[in-house]
């Protein structure tokens, strides 16, 4: 019914031209056909699959913005998916190397990303207060050691280096270049092999957006967190964002954070004394700190299981 309605006004016209089977033609009179009856994913998908009707040199083909990065997101999500509509040209897809050589082109530096939290100050702008809060997430994950050569800047890419936010062992930028005839022995020529990454997710939006990554060897210590804690919630207030609580897991450097940040729990004379709240750095604000629901629940589990008594 709905490819009907779209087409109807083409082949109801009383010109008999072959003008009317030209892609031209479609695109210029179905577009206020369904720009009224379709979301907006429908209308990109629909004006992309015109347009590539259109264009005769499938190199010359030019995709909207909006459209390479639904391409990349499901490229990220599903292989085997993207393959699939790729060669089935379904729908267009540009190529895999197409994609590869847009990404090239991005700095893919450690630390807190710029280009980030500029898309969230632009989502955020002109959001009422209540629109623009949300909750500062993070986790350290384990990575594999590796060493990569950076062809665009000539660096290796893949050491920790002790000039980074915290003054210690964590890394905003990753790039260590080597001289002639250096030996790699120092604390600097370390590989790193853990990643830490924070997320801001709003509480009344369906999106969530990754801000900052940095890479150590071993675990991030409580003092470097808890001082990337505090520079983060800075950043976001300056950009836009109205941090409410921080969730993160139960890993011990997490509860040194806690600490530090004067979280505490514990129970006296069978009363629970607890404080879950932290002050903003620099509008001192309450933020309150919680732990991570699913990790909270299989501490539970596992506790329930291996306690005997």
Request: aromatic residues 8%; proline residues 4%; hydrophobic residues 40%.
């Amino acid at each position: 019914c709905f490819l009907a309605s779209l087409l109807h006004p083409v082949f109801s016209s009383q010109s008999t031209t072959p003008s009317l089977l030209h892609p031209v033609y479609y695109t210029q009179s179905l577009h206020p056909v369904y720009c009224s009856t379709t979301v907006d994913t429908d209308k990109r998908t629909i004006l992309m699959v015109l347009k590539k009707a259109k264009c005769l040199n499938k190199k010359s083909m030019r995709y909207d913005a909006d459209w390479l990065l639904d391409c990349l997101i499901l490229r990220l999500k599903s292989k085997a998916a993207y393959d699939q509509l790729a060669t089935s040209k379904m729908i267009p897809v540009p190529h895999v190397n197409t994609l590869k050589r847009l990404l090239s082109g991005m700095s893919t530096h450690f630390g807190f990303n710029t280009f980030a939290l500029q898309a969230m100050k632009r989502a955020l702008s002109g959001l009422p207060d209540i629109q623009r809060m949300g909750s500062v997430v993070f986790d350290e994950m384990s990575i594999k050691e590796a060493l990569n050569f950076n062809a665009q800047t000539f660096n290796f890419d893949g050491f920790i280096d002790t000039n980074s936010e915290t003054s210690s062992t964590i890394l905003p930028a990753i790039h260590i270049r080597l001289e002639e005839d250096e030996v790699l022995d120092t604390e600097e020529s370390k590989l790193a092999d853990h990643a830490l990454v924070f997320v801001f997710r709003p509480y009344m939006a369906s999106w969530i957006q990754p801000f900052a990554v940095f890479a150590s060897k071993n675990s991030t210590s409580g003092e470097d967190l808890y001082r990337l804690v505090l520079k983060a919630l800075v950043l976001l207030e300056e950009h836009g964002a109205i941090v409410k609580s921080i969730v993160c897991d139960g890993a011990a450097t997490n509860k040194k954070m806690w600490s530090l940040a004067g979280v505490y729990g514990h129970t006296d004379d069978h009363k629970a004394i607890l404080n879950n709240v932290m002050l903003h750095p620099t509008n001192q604000e309450k933020i309150y700190v919680m732990g991570d629901a699913p990790h909270l629940i299989k501490c539970i589990r596992n506790h329930i299981l291996n306690t005997t008594n």
